[in-house]
């Protein structure tokens, strides 16, 4: 009686919210089996992707391999460029060498924006080259509300996305590439990290999907952030059978966005296989704002950060109803440089020959972790999310 009458007071709470004419926040759930849309708000507004732009990155190379341009274990080589690129990154020194396989692994786990850079020159030959390819695939998709300009998601105020085309993107890596679902579902990974002085030590570096190991099923997709889009977030979960994704755009914080899935994916195991909207009938629910919001004012001022609850997924402790403590499922992934035994993208070779100049001679000139606070959510966040008022009960975990 005493949970029943807990999720009441839940449930009277969000009939608040559904009330209310406070700012909704883009979110959509699926089904990625039917293609039903369960729940959405929002779902067509323009939207900085910031780090989910690396599922689309993800794709690409998927197609690349299964049109037998590479294979898994051709070299991605990491450039000048992609050395430089800023956090979150892997860090391996220029000229290091992965195979596609491993790189996925730190494009999706780690997050690594100078593995970003490094696939997408290794493929494309150029990071503008594989936006061109990026975009080919949103288009093919049906993503219509989706711009790519670079492969990691590092602010641009030209890519933009929606919470309808995320899911759609999922929904494909989910019916297509099956094989890769490890990837997605991996909470963490062991990675070489290279050192001032040149050596590399293992590292474990883990996912900031608080979904994996924190909530039944979880299983995908991936997190994103930067200010202009504040916390972004896909979450998958299966149970029975049956997988549920929750796109939700735009939070405050890690731990708002993993509760918002965890609510939404929850009430998503409770519609039966036949309701819901397929997606691509999906209709707007109101006006459509071309331009995305800039979450900046909100998650990025110094009151934010210091307010902000903001621990490594491996630390994070969540109280919530929606969710559990976490419990280690797995040993990390382990990933090591060098290994690349296939042929290289033939896209290099073209570029290559492209940029052959006559040479111009000149003279050489000589070269040149915090404490762990727990903390309470269990009080909806304002107006960041929409739930039916259908009884749900509390999620009952199982080991």
Same mark, same amino acid.
């Given at each position: ?11 009277a ?6 009330s ?10 699926i089904?990625?089996?039917?293609g ?24 690409v ?10 294979t898994?274990?051709s070299?991605?080589?990491?450039s000048?460029?992609?050395?430089r ?25 780690k ?8 696939i ?36 641009d ?6 919470a ?10 989910h019916?297509?590439y ?49 200010c ?6 896909? %979450? *998958?979960?299966?149970?029975?059978? /049956?997988? =549920?994704?929750? $796109?939700?755009?735009? #939070? ?41 919001t800039?979450?900046r ?7 934010a950060?210091?307010?902000r ?7 994070a ?21 060098? %290994? *690349?035994?296939?042929?290289?993208? /033939?896209? =290099?070779?073209? $570029?290559?020959?492209? #940029? ?6 000149r ?16 009080t909806?966040i ?10 749900i ?7």
């Amino acid at each position: 009686m005493k949970t029943k009458h807990r999720y009441t007071l839940l449930a009277a709470a969000f009939s608040t919210l559904l009330s209310s004419n406070a700012f909704a926040l883009p979110h959509l759930s699926i089904d990625l089996d039917s293609g039903r849309v369960l729940s959405s708000k929002q779902a067509f507004d323009a939207w900085h992707p910031a780090s989910l732009t690396k599922l689309m990155t993800a794709y690409v190379v998927f197609r690349a391999i299964d049109a037998g341009e590479i294979t898994a274990q051709s070299p991605v080589k990491i450039s000048r460029n992609a050395s430089r690129q800023p956090p979150s990154r892997i860090g391996f020194g220029r000229g290091s060498v992965v195979t596609f396989d491993n790189a996925l692994k730190l494009l999706i786990i780690k997050s690594a924006n100078d593995i970003s850079v490094a696939i997408a020159e290794s493929l494309s030959g150029s990071t503008k080259g594989f936006a061109n390819r990026m975009n080919k695939e949103a288009a093919r998709l049906g993503m219509k509300g989706s711009r790519f300009v670079n492969p990691h998601g590092l602010h641009d105020k030209r890519q933009i996305t929606t919470a309808h085309d995320m899911a759609l993107l999922v929904r494909a890596i989910h019916k297509e590439y099956p094989q890769y679902a490890d990837m997605f579902k991996a909470p963490s990974l062991i990675a070489p990290q290279r050192l001032k002085s040149g050596k590399y030590r293992q590292k474990v570096h883990f996912s900031y999907n608080l979904l994996l190991e924190r909530f039944r099923g979880g299983d995908g997709f991936k997190t994103g952030f930067v200010c202009a889009s504040g916390y972004n977030f896909v %979450g *998958a979960a299966t149970q029975g059978g /049956r997988r =549920i994704a929750a $796109v939700v755009l735009g #939070r405050d914080g890690q731990t708002s966005r993993a509760v918002d899935a965890a609510k939404l994916i929850t009430e998503g195991f409770q519609f039966s296989l036949t309701q819901g909207t397929p997606i691509n009938n999906l209709k707007a629910d109101g006006p459509v704002r071309s331009s995305p919001t800039n979450m900046r004012p909100k998650v990025c001022t110094e009151k934010a950060r210091a307010s902000r609850y903001d621990p490594g997924a491996g630390q994070a402790v969540i109280k919530s109803p929606w969710m559990q403590k976490r419990s280690i499922t797995q040993k990390p992934i382990t990933v090591a440089l060098g %290994g *690349a035994s296939g042929p290289a993208s /033939r896209a =290099i070779e073209s $570029v290559s020959i492209s #940029r052959v100049t006559t040479p111009v001679f000149r003279p050489q000139t000589s070269a040149n972790v915090a404490p762990v606070v727990p903390v309470n959510d269990n009080t909806p966040i304002r107006g960041t999310i929409v739930v039916s008022q259908n009884s749900i009960p509390l999620p009952k975990f199982r080991p």
